[in-house]
Each structure stands twice: as structure tokens, then as C-alpha cells.
């Protein structure tokens, strides 16, 4: 498994931003301004590539931080 | 019995027709909302799209392509003992398109004609429906008719990026000692929520509020009669399922990997696309693709892509097809095809 600045570096490239956005383990998911349905295709791709972890659109709508999301992989 | 072989069953033909009329998913969507479209479209893969106007159906794209590839083939209409049309955009929902079709191309009243409802993963399916009727020995010539007006449930064409229209036209025949082609076919019936149009059927029938329009928690606005697309389960289905099946469906045939010439998978959106390529170790000149200038074509795209793709190869010699399509349903299929002499059309703009 990556560290997690690893994984930010990844989880950046996966949304692919529009705009450069500062990211932290503690940054809401929802309050980035592209967290939409491309980004969560793009989060499931770099999991299961990644990763070798199936997550599903539920386990999406369960975590809340970029962290958790990184836990939810480890 | 997901896998099989059939004998005897020789590739005879495809024609593909589209649309005339091309919208393109940044140029033609409002300047304010063009940055978030180019990010979109980077991650689909998808710039351009052909679209039927109002009056156009699936049916008269198919009409086109059959035409044209009967024509070419030399068959005379009285030869084809069987139509086969598959698609989710019939003209009614009562009758069949495939019989209304039967009279349209001038075939005989002998002709059997019926229609089969499957969408993105249609094609191999189809060809073993028809592979199956003629390695029997009951008919000697069949044509499949096949694909979609996927684009017809947004009223604004804007505001759905990724489908696109066409109608195809196969040719399969009885040919002694024809190199076997092989299937690997699959149903999951649990996961019809992820692709579907909710109402207009006998579970849900049609009432005047369902063509009403609400806004969604994602802000665009939907009638009950719009195709509702769950993402993360169709890339999750896609990307788990049709990697093993293609191994599978190998293992089957015995053949490896590289002794296949070109492997045309549905064209869904390239993320999906992308991932099943690298899962299956495959390199990007053995997978062509028509998702940037065609989109996300329906069952149709694996023609679509021969066609525009592999027409100087396939007049060149034999190719090996393995040709695999996954979606609605859930339903995902593999073939594996030898062509050669097989007459190709070029692409048909209607």
C-alpha cells in the first residue's frame, strides 16, 4: 500500500481537477467541486487498478475524508 | 452452457450506416460550460456524436446498411431465410421491427423474422442465435440487423454525452468445412436496475406525469421515460466481469492471446475501455476503438468499429476477430471469428 501522500497524488489524478486544489488526509470529499459521478468512476478505476479493490458507489456514499477513503483501500 | 462452437457458419459481410447530423460534446454545449465538458470528455473519450433527427429510427439506418450489403453480397432477396433484428429501439412495441423489415428489403413471406431485445452487449449473442439456426442446417443464409437510436431519450441532445446512433447489417451462411467460431455468453439478471428506462413497460405503464420533468440531486432535469444509468455499477460490472469471460472464452478455444488479430470490445466510455485493455495485458494497436468520433453506439459499436476501423485489413486477409460485448441487463458475451472474402461496405452516412 502507498502512503497516503502517495495516494493524495494518485486521488488527485483520478478526479482529474479542472483547477489545482490543495488536498489533506482530513479535506470532506463532498466539499471538493469535483466530487460527481466521473470522480467516482475515476476513484473505483484507480482502486481496482491500483489497489486490486472492488468498491462499489455505496462505499463512496459512506466515506466522508480523503482519509477514510485511503483507509477504506488499505 | 455459456460456452460453444458452431461449424459450418461462414462470415459473409457487415455493412454499418449512421446518422448524417454530428454534435460535438464541447464545441456545441455553451462557452460557460465548456471547461467542465473538456474534463468529461477527456475521461469518456468521447468529442463527437451522431445523432437521428426526429423523423429518423433505427430501423431506417438498418434499412440502409441491409440494402447496401445485400446488394454488394449479390444475394437476391428471395435467398435470405432469416431476419433477426436486435435492438431496444423498435419502431413500435407491437409489432416486431424485424417483420416490418421483411417487407421493407423485399424478402420472401418464407422468410423467418422476429426481434431480440438485448443492447451493449448484443453482438456476439446475436451471431449465435443466427450461427446456431444455420449450423443446424435449417437455412442457408441469415441477416442480423443490429442496433440502436440510443440518443432518443434526452430530449436535448446536449445533455447526454456519451450515446450515439446506428443501425448494422451482418451476413452470416452455410459454408461446409467454414473455420468454428466460438461463444462464451452470460446473464445477471439481478443487475437490471443499473441500465434502464423505468416506465413505458407493462411494470410500470405509462401516465401523462411520468413526461414530466424533475431536477435531480445532480442538478439535471429528468422524465421518468429518460434512461437512468447508475455509473459506478456499470464500470464496476464491466470492469470485473468481461476481463475473465475473454480469458475464459480463450481457454475454451484454445488460442492464445496473440493469435488473435484484433479484439473489438463494445465501445462504452474509455475509462471502462482503458481498464479492460489493461487488465487483460492487451496492447492499444490490437484494441481499436471509434469512442472519440462515434461514441458510445450501443450494441452497434462493435460494427462501427470494424467497419471504420478494419476494412483495409480485413480486405487485406484473414483476421481473427475475438469481438466482446457487456451492458444493460446485466449481460456480457464473447465470440471468436475467422473472416475472410467477407465484404465490407464502406461506411454508410444516412
Same mark, same amino acid.
Given at each position: 500500500m502507498d502512503n497516503i501522500d502517495t495516494f493524495i497524488e494518485k486521488f488527485i489524478t483520478a478526479v482529474d481537477f479542472q483547477e489545482a486544489v490543495e488536498i489533506t488526509? *482530513?479535506?470532506? &470529499?463532498? *466539499? &471538493?467541486?469535483?466530487? *460527481?459521478s466521473l470522480a467516482a468512476l475515476g476513484v473505483i478505476v484507480l482502486s481496482d487498478m491500483e489497489y486490486g479493490k472492488t468498491i462499489t458507489g455505496e462505499h463512496l456514499k459512506q466515506v466522508s475524508t480523503v482519509n477514510d477513503l485511503y483507509q477504506l483501500l488499505n | 452452457m455459456a460456452t460453444s462452437t458452431l461449424k459450418n457458419v461462414r462470415f459473409a459481410g457487415m455493412a454499418t450506416c449512421v446518422p448524417k447530423h454530428v454534435i460535438h460534446?464541447?464545441?456545441?454545449?455553451p462557452p460557460h460550460l465548456r471547461s467542465e465538458r473538456e474534463r468529461l470528455v477527456r475521461n469518456i473519450g468521447i468529442e463527437t456524436r451522431r445523432v437521428c433527427p426526429d423523423w429518423q429510427c433505427f430501423s431506417d439506418l438498418a434499412y440502409d446498411a441491409a440494402d447496401k450489403l445485400l446488394n454488394d453480397l449479390q444475394?437476391?432477396?428471395?435467398?435470405?431465410d432469416a431476419l433477426i433484428v436486435v435492438t431496444q +429501439?423498435?419502431?413500435?412495441?407491437?409489432?416486431?421491427t424485424a417483420i416490418i423489415l421483411q417487407d421493407r428489403l423485399g424478402l420472401a413471406h418464407s422468410t423467418i423474422a422476429f426481434d431480440v431485445n438485448l443492447g451493449c452487449s448484443s453482438y456476439p449473442f446475436a451471431l449465435q442465435i443466427m450461427g446456431s439456426m444455420i449450423a443446424s442446417g435449417a437455412i442457408k443464409k441469415g441477416l442480423i440487423l443490429l442496433g440502436d437510436r440510443s440518443s432518443y431519450k434526452h430530449k436535448d441532445p446536449l445533455k447526454d454525452p456519451l450515446f450515439s446512433d446506428a443501425g448494422t447489417a451482418t451476413a452470416l451462411e452455410y459454408k461446409e468445412g467454414a473455420p468454428p467460431m466460438y461463444f462464451d455468453l452470460n446473464s445477471d439478471g439481478s443487475g437490471y436496475k443499473a441500465i434502464i428506462v423505468p416506465v413505458g413497460g407493462h411494470r410500470n405503464p405509462f401516465q401523462l406525469e411520468h413526461g414530466i420533468a424533475r431536477k435531480g440531486d445532480d442538478g439535471f432535469w429528468r422524465s421518468d421515460l429518460d434512461l437512468i444509468l447508475d455509473g459506478p455499477a456499470v464500470i464496476s460490472f464491466s470492469t470485473q466481469r468481461v476481463p475473465p469471460m475473454v480469458e475464459k472464452l480463450l481457454g475454451y478455444a484454445n488460442i492464445a492471446k496473440d493469435e488473435i488479430d484484433y479484439f473489438i470490445f463494445h465501445q462504452a466510455n474509455r475509462m471502462i475501455n482503458e481498464t479492460i485493455r489493461k487488465k487483460l495485458g492487451l496492447p492499444e494497436d490490437k484494441v481499436p476503438s471509434t469512442l472519440r468520433e462515434f461514441?458510445?453506439? +450501443?450494441?452497434?459499436s462493435l460494427p462501427v468499429t470494424v467497419t471504420v476501423r478494419l476494412r483495409d485489413q480485413l480486405a487485406a486477409g484473414k483476421q481473427r476477430l475475438l469481438l466482446c460485448g457487456f451492458g444493460v441487463g446485466l449481460s456480457w458475451g464473447g465470440a471468436i471469428v475467422d473472416v475472410e472474402d467477407a465484404i465490407f461496405p464502406q461506411l454508410i452516412i444516412s
Open positions: 488526509p *482530513d479535506t470532506i &470529499l463532498k *466539499d &471538493l467541486p469535483e466530487w *460527481d | 460534446n464541447v464545441n456545441d454545449v444475394w437476391s432477396r428471395d435467398e435470405v +429501439s423498435p419502431d413500435y412495441l407491437v409489432p416486431a461514441g458510445n453506439t +450501443s450494441g452497434a
